[in-house]
């Protein structure tokens, strides 16, 4: 996969660089500044940007909402030292496609990044909930919506939480790719959310469908 890699710490960013490429990946760039990260991605094409938050001259989440702006964007997968909730919801609602903590492990940071390049969605689930607790009364209301989700919505939205991507969903539904994004406009819709990451923190926090197991991931 081609990354850009945005993060004003050069020897993380470096760091996490050199794992990359001795796995096989491109690294089109190593940005510091969120600006300089969208900039690339408009000039050639990227599999995949991994985002810092925290910069003295920008914003990683600004940078996050900017490139979801564009007409074909590559996925943002924020990889940040920050876990309060609201960071990490904040997140979510920008836009990006992935989530994670730098104190992960290194194994598991690149699983979830070659994830997201794949078309998969990955958040840790135990990060959502600590950044998405909702009020007796809105867990409610989330369960009184999902009784409008259709069987093959709630099918979608299930998937969705274990990450699937478009190509893996359609297949083993065995329905036409522009069939399976009618369901997911469908689930995005009746949720009143914006991506399939906000969806899936919606469904997680909410009680609506359960955390996937090891077995259920992708």
Request: aromatic fraction near 2%; charged fraction near 25%.
């Amino acid at each position: 996969m081609r990354v850009i890699i945005c993060d004003d710490h050069k020897v993380f960013g470096h760091a996490l660089a050199g794992v990359l490429e001795s796995l096989g990946h491109e690294i089109v760039l190593i940005a510091t500044r969120p600006d300089a990260a969208v900039a690339a991605a408009l000039r050639e094409p990227v599999d995949l940007i991994v985002m810092d938050l925290g910069f003295p001259n920008g914003d990683g989440l600004d940078g996050t909402a900017e490139l979801n702006r564009m007409p074909s964007h590559p996925p943002v997968f924020v990889l940040t030292a920050r876990t309060d909730p609201e960071v990490v919801s904040a997140a979510i609602r920008a836009g990006a496609a992935g989530v994670l903590t730098k104190q992960s492990e290194l194994s598991q940071v690149i699983a979830a990044l070659e994830r997201v390049a794949a078309g998969e969605t990955y958040v840790d689930a135990q990060l959502l909930r600590r950044a998405l607790t909702p009020e007796p009364h809105q867990i409610t209301e989330a369960r009184r919506i999902a009784k409008y989700l259709t069987s093959r919505e709630r099918e979608v939205l299930e998937r969705i939480v274990r990450g699937e991507s478009t190509s893996r969903m359609s297949a083993e539904m065995g329905i036409s790719v522009t069939t399976l994004r009618s369901h997911i406009h469908g689930v995005l819709s009746k949720l009143n959310v914006h991506s399939r990451l906000e969806a899936a923190a919606w469904a997680l926090s909410h009680g609506i469908v359960d955390p996937p197991s090891a077995d259920d991931r992708p």
